[in-house]
């Protein structure tokens, strides 16, 4: 059974600090470009930052760029997303997604229930 587990959200002030995980199971997480999506109440889902499926390539969003930052643990089955100076703008729910590249066994796309993050005072 697949599964994506995302924790770490939470509240926080502006400008403070955030580090969202989530852990995957039931696939070859290796096999998948992994992503942070986001959501914002009354606004659609947006790509937050992707990394490849080794980890040596990592895109962002322009909103993130210089204030996020995307890892990846293979051998943890593990994705990161670290979150500084976060504004309130940042505030949604946080949803990690698994992208099965050309070798997966599955051509499906798989996502997590999400975490919310407010940034607020």
């Known amino acids: 059974q697949v599964q994506l587990v995302e924790s770490g959200g939470g509240l926080v002030q502006p400008a403070g600090s955030l580090r969202l995980s989530c852990v995957a199971s039931?696939?070859?997480?290796?096999?998948?470009?992994m992503s942070w999506d986001r959501q914002a109440p009354g606004k659609e889902r947006e790509l937050v930052a992707s990394i490849s499926p080794v980890g040596g390539m990592a895109d962002y969003a322009e909103s993130a760029q210089g204030s996020f930052t995307i890892s990846r643990d293979n051998t943890k089955n593990a994705l990161y997303l670290q979150m500084n100076t976060l504004k309130p703008e940042d505030t949604a729910t946080y949803f990690c997604q698994a992208v099965p590249t050309p070798l997966a066994w599955s051509p499906l796309t798989y996502w997590g229930q999400g975490t919310q993050v407010t940034v607020s005072e």
């Open positions: 039931g696939f070859t997480f290796s096999l998948y470009v």
